[in-house]
């Protein structure tokens, strides 16, 4: 079985400041692995997906994240926060090998919620 | 941009009381899938649909649960005799299903309920 776990349930940040959401997997295989986004009265929004085309992923919004097969993590980076960045992100692990083309149920971390300060 | 849709957006329902939800797919995407989110937490897996198959589901989806994607298009979400422990936000997911690539799923706006 695969899971996530996001090390920080909260991170709060200064606005101009680097971003850095912190994500551990754990999957028997080569997993898909994916950041979603979701403001409060909004739905999720894809950010950003690992393929395995490369192991650093760019964004929506500046965003990136990297994959350390190694170290089992997916952290998400942004060079800059701004003032609209503040919402919940989700990290996200597919229940099937990447790029197989499975359908595949997602399991989902708790959450980080960034709070952008002036 | 014709993205998931869901409706309502809102329900507020007595216990013991029928509710039906609705997901409208975007438009070619085969498969789609419902989540549920409860405060606090990441969405859980409840089930999914391949064209008009239910192919998987979730061990929390009780028999009080049903959805059904009649035709392959639309899906219903169904909760028979609903209890307080039901409210929660039911997202709602479809993608693609392309076999070549990783399939990503978009999420609809969710329909939240509320069982007093």
């Known amino acids: 079985a695969q899971s996530v776990t996001q090390l920080d349930s909260h991170v709060s940040v200064s606005e101009g400041t680097p971003v850095l959401l912190r994500c551990n997997y754990s999957?028997?295989?080569?997993?898909?692995l994916f950041w979603y986004v979701q403001h409060p009265n909004k739905g999720l929004q894809l950010l950003l997906k690992?393929?395995?085309?490369?192991?650093l992923v760019k964004g929506i919004n500046g965003f990136e994240a990297e994959f350390k097969k190694s170290e089992t993590s997916f952290h998400l980076t942004k060079p800059s926060a701004h003032m609209s960045d503040a919402a919940e992100y989700f990290c996200?692990?597919?229940?099937?090998?990447?790029?197989?083309?499975?359908?595949?149920?997602?399991?989902f971390g708790t959450g980080t919620r960034l709070q952008v300060t002036l | 941009d014709t993205g998931v849709s869901q409706d309502p957006r809102h329900k507020i329902t007595k216990r013991g009381q029928n509710v039906t939800f609705r997901c409208d797919p975007i438009?070619?995407?085969?498969?789609l899938y419902w989540y549920r989110q409860t405060l606090g937490q990441g969405p859980e897996f409840l089930t999914y649909?391949?064209?008009?198959?239910?192919?998987?589901k979730s061990r929390l989806l009780s028999d009080r649960f049903s959805a059904e994607r009649p035709k392959g298009s639309f899906s219903t979400l169904e909760i028979q005799r609903t209890e307080q422990g039901d409210s929660a936000m039911y997202l709602c997911?479809?993608?693609?299903?392309?076999?070549?690539?990783?399939?990503?799923?978009?999420f609809g706006p969710g329909t939240r309920l509320t069982v007093l």
């Open positions: 997911a479809s993608s693609p299903g392309r076999t070549s690539s990783t399939d990503t799923q978009y």
């Open positions: 999957s028997s295989y080569s997993p898909s």
């Open positions: 690992y393929t395995s085309a490369a192991t």
């Open positions: 996200v692990v597919s229940g099937t090998p990447i790029n197989t083309g499975t359908a595949s149920k997602l399991t």
């Open positions: 438009s070619e995407h085969n498969r």
């Open positions: 649909f391949q064209n008009e198959a239910q192919l998987e």
